[in-house]
Nanobody
Framework: QVQLVESGGGSVQAGGSLRLSCAASGRTGNSYQMGWFRQTPGKEREFVAASSWRSGRTYYPDSVKGRFTISGDYAKKMVYLQMNSLKQEDTAVYYC??????????????????WGQGTQVTVSS
């Protein structure tokens, strides 16, 4: 079992920055991916970023590439999402996710094994 707890959400004006944190606990093992997703009411959960523990590599969709950065302090089992140049369309509940595999990049919700409870990010004009 792996438990994930997000923090760092809040309200910010367009163009501003926020840093989300995700604390993992439990049996993570030594080979896994961490991901961030976001969701707005009535829409499917959207992939935002992923990081592989073993390689340290990262992966982003075009919608956030160059603005969002995923990083981790894996010794502390912490993962972060630095979000810069925020836009109103970035407003969503952001979720941290854990995948017990490093095979390929996981971008679908069903590829992840555990989820946090989510943290709200609101970007105003």
């Amino acid at each position: 079992q792996v438990q994930l707890v997000e923090s760092g959400g809040g309200s910010v004006q367009a163009g501003g920055s926020l840093r989300l944190s995700c604390a993992a606990s439990g049996r993570t093992g030594n080979s896994y991916q961490m991901g961030w997703f976001r969701q707005t009411p009535g829409k499917e959960r959207e992939f935002v970023a992923a990081s592989s523990w073993r390689s340290g590599r990262t992966y982003y969709p075009d919608s956030v590439k160059g603005r969002f950065t995923i990083s981790g302090d894996y010794a502390k089992k912490m993962v972060y999402l630095q979000m810069n140049s925020l836009k109103q369309e970035d407003t969503a509940v952001y979720y941290c996710a854990f995948r017990a595999s490093v095979m390929n990049w996981a971008r679908r919700v069903d590829e992840y094994n555990y989820w946090g409870q989510g943290t709200q990010v609101t970007v105003s004009s």
